[in-house]
């Protein structure tokens, strides 16, 4: 599976962001996709997943309530709509793809996007 993420941009806290992970290549249905973010300095952590199906999720606790993540079979897609964002948000954000469900542990993730920058301002 070849993924590639777009959307991640400089904005003001508060306002919202859509990022978009588009995929090719094997079946895109068949795995689980997470979100995770990757901030100068720290590691990259967990921030979203969504089964195969999009009908379960996961969030870390510090995006929960202020982030949604989303999928689209049918165009090979997945999104995370990010609103009320925060400085402490800006990190690259890169999308993963996973045969397991709702794995938080990027290990478990076999395959991944290049990233895209977001960048909250204060």
């Known amino acids: 599976v070849q993924l590639q993420a777009s959307g991640g941009g400089l904005v003001q806290a508060g306002e919202s962001l859509r990022l978009s992970c588009a995929a090719s290549?094997?079946?895109?249905?068949?795995?689980?996709m997470g979100w995770f973010r990757q901030a100068p300095g720290k590691e990259r952590e967990f921030v979203a997943a969504?089964?195969?199906?999009?009908?379960?999720?996961s969030y870390s606790d510090s995006v929960r309530g202020r982030f949604t993540v989303s999928r689209d079979n049918a165009k090979n897609s997945v999104y995370l709509q990010m609103n009320s964002l925060k400085p402490e948000d800006t990190a690259v954000y890169y999308c993963?793809?996973?045969?397991?469900?709702?794995?938080?542990?990027?290990?478990?993730?076999?395959?991944w996007g290049q990233g895209t920058q977001v960048t909250v301002s204060s």
């Open positions: 993963a793809a996973s045969p397991r469900l709702l794995a938080i542990r990027p290990h478990l993730y076999d395959y």
């Open positions: 969504i089964s195969w199906s999009g009908g379960s999720t």
């Open positions: 290549g094997r079946p895109f249905g068949s795995y689980a």
